[in-house]
């Protein structure tokens, strides 16, 4: 559950505003989640309430926050633990070729995959012209 005051709503990307002397945070969140990557297999920080721990280290194995606690989300900003703020922005997955994940029983709607409709129509003329060309040697 995401706590409302952070401005987060389930099943939305987000990604972090990025400043020059600030520290990059190039994943996004996703349900209280921070991914670093697309394939959504480890999420490398979360939500607690709004605390956003980010279990990162340095180079020298140490939690790039004290503590693992980068700062606090509220109404779409993240104020971390040394008082910048960065402003959290929706991003729409389908920008970056990337399937949106589904909640639990959501049904699957028409537009979810349009790539697969126009292949299949692609597919269809293409044998539509192969048995015209067909007919036309005999």
Same mark, same amino acid.
């Given at each position: ?7 987060? #709503? %389930?099943?939305? /990307?987000? =990604?972090?505003? =990025?400043? $020059? /002397?600030?520290?990059? !945070? %190039?994943?996004? !969140? ?20 709004? /605390?956003?721990?980010? +279990?990162?280290? +340095?180079?020298?194995? $140490? %939690? ?39 909640? %639990?029983?959501?049904?699957?709607? /028409? ?22 060309? #067909?007919?036309?040697?005999?």
């Amino acid at each position: 559950m995401i706590d409302p005051a952070t401005g987060m #709503r %389930p099943g939305e /990307r987000y =990604s972090v505003e =990025s400043l $020059e /002397r600030a520290h990059q !945070f %190039p994943g996004f !969140f996703l349900d209280g989640k921070y991914y670093l990557g697309p394939e959504l297999l480890t999420a490398v920080g979360w939500l607690e309430g709004q /605390r956003f721990i980010y +279990d990162a280290l +340095d180079a020298t194995g $140490e %939690p790039v926050f004290p503590g693992r606690a980068a700062g606090d989300i509220k109404d779409l900003t993240l104020t971390l633990v040394d008082g910048t703020r960065l402003a959290l922005t929706r991003i729409d997955a389908w920008a970056a070729g990337e399937a949106l994940p589904r909640q %639990p029983g959501e049904r699957r709607k /028409r537009h979810d995959r349009p790539g697969v409709l126009a292949v299949a129509a692609m597919l269809l003329l293409g044998g539509c012209c192969l048995a015209a060309l #067909r007919r036309a040697r005999r």
